[in-house]
């Protein structure tokens, strides 16, 4: 067993896929030029794609932190450079991950921008329909005062 923090050794996980018709079957974020988790350059799963070889084996989940494809660390490169290791990974490709903190259950990490997205527009939605009756009752009182 390595060293290391409890969280880290029980959440490390080895996967191997093999890449089928669509790929691997998974999107990525992250990356030093645009990173997808504060103060962390890591690369991770955006999303699983239905059917594809990540969702046909199952362990792979959205929000997971992919540490290495085929030994080669994912620490420390730019987004693009990320994308073509698992492009040039060949058919069958092992990744070392590291699962989700187990407190995130609400929903996979990749999901939370829509998530946020869907309850900023909420409060758009909110903020419009009150401006919206605000004006209404302003313009109604200014009218029974016109003469």
């Known amino acids: 067993m390595m060293n290391g923090s409890a969280a880290n050794s029980q959440s490390a996980l080895e996967i191997q896929l093999r890449r089928g018709p669509a790929g691997l079957g998974f999107n990525i974020v992250g990356g ?6 504060m103060n962390d350059s890591g690369i991770y799963v955006a999303k699983i794609k239905e059917n594809g ?3 046909l084996d199952g362990r792979l989940q959205e929000g997971d932190k992919i540490l290495s494809i085929n030994g ?3 620490e420390n490169l ?6 073509e290791l698992f492009r040039s990974a060949g058919e069958e490709v092992t990744l070392h ?3 989700r ?6 929903g996979p990490l990749g999901s939370r921008p829509d998530r946020e997205s869907s309850s900023f527009i909420s409060s ?3 903020v419009g329909i009150l401006s919206v009756v605000v004006t209404v009752f302003i313009y109604r009182r200014i009218k029974r005062h016109t003469f």
Do not use: E, G, M, R
């Open 124 to 126: 758009l939605l909110v």
């Open 53 to 55: 070889a990540a969702a």
């Open 32 to 37: 030093v030029d645009q990173q997808y988790v």
């Open 101 to 106: 903190p187990p407190h995130s259950s609400n």
């Open 97 to 99: 991950i590291q699962q």
């Open 72 to 74: 080669h660390k994912l």
């Open 78 to 83: 730019c987004h693009s450079a990320a994308v």
